[in-house]
């Protein structure tokens, strides 16, 4: 009964594609234009500006708690990945070069899902049924690899 209530399958999930391949790229293009400076910090260099914009460190959760949260050191790691420091960038936090490569994946996934174009391929599909998988390995992980820096 819920199915025949919703008003527009196609546009809900077509907007969906669009908003996570617009967050990906977001991420993906603030990888590369920061770099680190300063320690611990991550600074921005844009064309023309000759000062560096410092990026402050907000992570409410460790404010809060004094603990480092599951995605504490994830935009250092984003960065590192994107500058070629894959050691670095696992330091930082190890789920950063598994999340950096999903970002990386979405770029054609999102616009096949999109126009759907080869959408009903065989390898496609099965790629899909794989999907859901993937993003709870991945959560699984995120949450092991923050129990284990916790630990240490």
């Known amino acids: 009964m819920y199915e025949t209530m919703r008003p527009n399958d196609s546009s809900i999930s077509r907007d969906e594609h669009l908003w996570i391949l617009g967050l990906a790229l977001a991420a993906l293009i603030a ?44 935009t250092r790691s984003f ?8 050691l670095a960038a696992w330091e930082f936090n ?21 126009f759907g174009v080869g959408r009903n391929s065989l390898t496609w599909t099965k790629c ?12 699984g992980g995120g949450i092991l690899a923050w129990a284990v820096k916790l630990a240490a």
Do not use: N
Request: with cysteine.
């Open 31 to 74: 990888s590369f234009a920061l770099h680190p400076c300063d320690g611990d910090h991550l600074c921005l260099s844009a064309p023309g500006i000759e000062r560096q914009i410092q990026i402050p460190q907000v992570c409410a959760f460790r404010l809060i708690t004094r603990i480092p949260c599951p995605g504490c050191g994830l």
């Open 94 to 114: 190890p789920m950063g070069p598994v999340l950096f490569l999903l970002c990386v994946l979405q770029l054609p996934y999102r616009p096949v899902e999109y």
């Open 79 to 86: 960065v590192a990945m994107a500058h070629g420091e894959i």
């Open 128 to 139: 899909k049924e794989r999907f859901h998988v993937i993003v709870w390995v991945v959560l």
